[in-house]
């Protein structure tokens, strides 16, 4: 069984910076694939990034050069480092791990997924 548990969300101005984090429980690998999701009102599930073990990174074209995804594995951490907001990020961000390889975008693909933390950019 896993846990995914986010923080980090909250109100923040356009320009602005947030940094989410998310702590994994239970049977984690250092090889897993973890990712990033967020959800805006009335929208699908969009993948913001994604991060495998070692440098391998991608990311959502809506994101590139703003945003950056890491891992701490003795931690079991995940974070997002969001800068440069804008008013489209707001959306509830959500962790999620797969163990699909090779690596993929596929939320069908992500078994576990923490419950979301809200991130608003807004002045």
């Known amino acids: 069984q896993v846990q995914l548990v986010e923080s980090g969300g909250g109100l923040v101005q356009p320009g602005g910076s947030l940094r989410l984090s998310c702590i994994a429980s239970g049977s984690i690998a250092s090889i897993d694939v973890m990712a990033w999701y967020r959800q805006a009102p009335g929208k699908q599930h969009e993948l913001v990034a994604i991060?495998?073990?070692?440098?391998?990174?991608n990311y959502a074209d809506s994101v590139k050069g703003r945003f950056t995804i890491s891992r701490d594995n003795a931690k079991n951490t995940v974070y997002l480092q969001m800068n440069s907001l804008k008013p489209e990020d707001t959306a509830v961000y959500y962790c999620a791990r797969s163990t699909a390889m090779p690596p993929t975008t596929a939320s069908t693909e992500y078994d576990y997924w923490g419950q979301g933390t809200q991130v608003t950019v807004s002045s």
């Open positions: 991060i495998v073990s070692g440098n391998y990174t």
